[in-house]
């Protein structure tokens, strides 16, 4: 009998940030295929005895595909465990291209992403009524182009939450560009290996963030969040959701002494 390989999102990095059904997965594996440089080793702890475990960080793609065929083939139970979500820049659709060429069926189980385990260290909310009620994740050009019209000083025209993947190593740049349209007092976080037993968060502005990223000696391996919403002390307008006198179909309107 073949098993459906499954692409299982590993969370941040905390192994109780894996969703339910991610753990009982790596539980069932046979064969478990991981990104090693930025998935904790700790994850795996989970593993039955006898489960194969292969380290994808120094494997090409063909390498690592070859390694869920062989599994697949052989009957194994298979994961493929990426960092954070898969659906965000996890590099899985060119692995599912491959498995749809041999015919191959495959899951993928979400996983918890670092903007999402960043914003609730910080106690923070993404959103905020009246202040930003979008938030784009994106990364600033390096080794993989973005296009032109997705470059940070046209996505910073919105003035709206910003996740930024993969580019604390261009962080002045960065800056550079968001300068553009945000003011030099916006709140910025840059968060390192949230959800790892080193995780540091560390707060500024556009004006100051370089030189404090810096003094941390921070190069990879964190996300930057700016925004508004990051204000420390902010008091937001309340949600109409709970307002008393907001009605819905599962609570009446009502007086506001009510």
Excluded: N
Excluded at 50 to 65: C, V
Excluded at 158 to 167: F, P, V
């Amino acid at each position: 009998m073949r098993h459906a390989i499954v692409f299982v999102g590993a969370g941040p990095g905390d192994p109780e940030l894996i969703t339910v059904k991610g753990r009982r997965l790596i539980e069932e594996a046979d064969r478990i295929v991981y990104a090693g440089s930025l998935v904790p080793e700790r994850l795996l702890a989970a593993r039955k005895p006898g489960a194969e475990i292969f380290d994808s960080a120094p494997l090409t793609l063909t390498e690592t595909h070859a390694f869920l065929l062989e599994g697949y083939r052989a009957g194994l139970r298979v994961v493929r465990l990426h960092t954070g979500d898969p659906g965000l820049y996890g590099a899985v659709r060119e692995q599912m291209d491959l498995l749809d060429r041999d015919g191959v069926p495959y899951e993928v189980v979400p996983g918890v992403t670092a903007a999402f385990a960043a914003a609730a260290a910080l106690k923070r909310q993404l959103t905020l009524p009246e202040v930003s009620q979008t938030v784009i994740f994106t990364r600033c050009s390096g080794r993989t182009p973005v296009p032109e019209r997705e470059s940070l000083q046209s996505l910073a025209a919105h003035r709206s939450t910003l996740a930024i993947y993969l580019s604390v190593h261009h962080l002045d740049r960065v800056v550079e560009d968001l300068l553009v349209h945000y003011p030099r007092e916006t709140p910025v976080v840059v968060a390192y290996r949230v959800g790892w037993p080193d995780e540091r968060l560390v707060q500024g502005t556009l004006e100051t963030i370089v030189d404090r990223v810096r003094s941390e000696g921070i190069a990879r391996q964190a996300l930057i969040l700016v925004g508004e919403v990051l204000e420390i002390g902010r008091q937001a307008p309340r949600s109409k959701l709970y307002d008393a006198g907001f009605e819905h179909g599962f609570r009446p309107g009502r007086t506001r002494g009510d």
